[in-house]
């Protein structure tokens, strides 16, 4: 079974402009979550959906966005990029409403200039 | 703030040698505690996990310790070898917090030969 897919894998954006990353699930998963990777913060929860529906975000800006399709697949949206907002963005999925499992993907290293 | 604090945050250890990581936390709510281990370019992979209903699990080198009185828990890997060279994060999370994974700072692991 494939693991969870990300595109762009690289991704340089500049100060200013919206970038849209996409994840696609682990054939069967509902669930899907994303993270931003930092040297200095760490490993941080964006948000999750299931079902179409938000049902959890993290204490990041509003300029912070995502969404998830009929099929599972999800893609995150961050508008007017700051230079802090260079990172590794993670997706990860899980099979269905209350598993605790989380599978993660490679993830799309994003640079701002 | 940090949820789950992580120690140490890097670690040298002989192959044949045992490493141990270390992780504490807070919220008496976490009810599920993953260890995910990272190579340079990938994505976290899970490697093992706990629940607080039981107090150690091991899965081939690896092994859980999990103390619920004193809120920390831990990873052994016995007989270290230079592949398990990486980085490895703790993790909590609860049903309570809609299973988003709250993640220690990570421990940098070199197994030298």
Not at chain 2, 37 to 63: H, N, Y
Not at chain 2, 72 to 83: A, Y
Request: hydrophobic share 30%; net charge positive; charged share 15%.
């Amino acid at each position: 079974k494939a693991g969870v897919t990300q595109t762009p894998r690289y991704l340089i954006k500049t100060r200013g402009q919206q970038v849209t990353l996409s994840c696609s699930p682990i054939s069967g998963h509902r669930s899907v979550s994303w993270y931003q990777q930092t040297p200095g913060q760490g490993l941080q929860f964006l948000f999750e959906y299931f079902s179409e529906t938000q049902r959890n975000k993290g204490n990041f800006p509003g300029r912070f966005s995502g969404r998830q399709f009929s099929n599972s697949r999800s893609e995150m949206n961050v508008s007017t990029l700051e230079l802090g907002d260079s990172a590794l963005y993670l997706c990860a999925s899980s099979f269905r409403d209350g598993a605790y499992e989380q599978y993660f993907g490679p993830g799309t290293r994003l640079t701002v200039t | 703030q940090q949820q789950v604090k992580q120690s140490p945050q890097s670690l040298i250890v002989q192959k044949g040698g045992i490493s141990i990581i270390n992780c504490a936390y807070e919220n008496t709510a976490f009810d599920y505690f993953p260890w995910y281990q990272q190579f340079p370019g990938k994505g976290p992979a899970l490697l093992i996990a706990i629940r607080p209903d039981v107090s150690e699990k091991k899965e081939g080198r690896f092994t859980i310790s999990f103390n619920k009185s004193a809120k920390q828990f831990s990873l052994h890997i016995m007989d270290s070898q230079p592949g398990d060279s990486a980085t490895y994060f703790c993790a909590a999370t609860s049903s309570n917090s809609g299973y988003a994974l709250n993640f220690g700072k990570g421990t940098s692991l070199l197994v030298t030969p």
